[in-house]
């Protein structure tokens, strides 16, 4: 079985490159979407509290019979739950509902700047990564602004960043701010929620290499060295999204959707006007 290549993170753990989201996959469905992506031979599971379906997502770890060792599992804290002693408590809520001793990634999902309870926020990661209830503690929808004021005020640094990415909103100031603190990027919508499927340059990238767009973009995420979580509750498309290691874009290739970037191109909230 193909394995999913790594990130190291700067915590001495490592990430697979390719794993599988769960955003808005319905509950009742989780469990059989994650066996099945487990059995293909993902082993990043991305989840978060918000989702609804965290318990799904630890029945199908729990039915796929791989060990919990190998599988790499995130949840995430949402806006609601910010703070330190609620953030603790929201933890406990999430490992218990995904059946779980500990989880390998636990993320902010969101600054929320207007609560301005983030960094209370980290400092509670800090506390469960302390513990060993957590392996690795990270962010998601942070700008470096956020970041800075983290690294400032608690002298830790988050081993990752989860934002919006892909070839229509490829976010290189952001993927630079990162790798000056040696911050990992995963994005979240990689395929652009499906909006660059059709685009003519990655459909003539794809007939060039005998892939889909889909594994295009994946692929563009891999070689410009980003994790990615594509979502999907298709069964043939999970196994499409991950068959992706069999070939890698060339220079020319990276060059031309290197043209695709539009700053306008973000499909999502913006993290410092997201009304929630």
Request: charged content about 25%; hydrophobic content about 40%.
């Amino acid at each position: 079985m193909i394995a999913a290549p790594t990130i190291a993170l700067h915590d001495g753990h490592t990430i697979p490159q390719l794993g599988l989201g769960v955003w808005q996959t319905p509950a009742d469905a989780t469990a059989a979407i994650v066996q099945n992506a487990l059995e293909l031979g993902y082993r990043q599971i991305d989840t978060a509290s918000i989702y609804g379906n965290e318990t799904g997502v630890g029945e199908g770890i729990r039915a796929s019979g791989v060990p919990r060792e190998r599988i790499f599992l995130t949840t995430k804290l949402w806006n609601d739950d910010q703070g330190y002693d609620r953030a603790l408590k929201a933890f406990d809520q999430s490992v218990a509902r995904l059946g779980v001793d500990y989880v390998d990634l636990y993320l902010i999902h969101w600054p929320a700047p207007k609560r301005n309870a983030y960094v209370d926020s980290w400092r509670a990661l800090i506390r469960l990564k302390e513990e060993g209830r957590t392996r690795s503690i990270g962010v998601s929808n942070f700008n470096p602004d956020h970041i800075e004021r983290l690294i400032a005020e608690t002298g830790v640094r988050p081993v990752l960043n989860q934002v919006e990415l892909h070839p229509r909103f490829q976010r290189r100031d952001l993927r630079e701010a990162h790798a000056r603190y040696d911050i990992a990027t995963q994005a979240w919508s990689p395929l652009g929620r499906g909006s660059l499927l059709g685009e003519p340059l990655i459909r003539e990238i794809a007939r060039k290499h005998g892939k889909t767009p889909a594994q295009v973009i994946i692929r563009w995420h891999l070689d410009i060295g980003s994790a990615a979580i594509p979502k999907s509750a298709n069964p043939a498309r999970i196994a499409e999204n991950f068959a992706v290691f069999d070939f890698a874009l060339d220079r020319d290739d990276l060059a031309r959707l290197q043209t695709l970037d539009d700053p306008g191109g973000r499909l999502g909230p913006d993290p410092l006007t997201a009304p929630f």
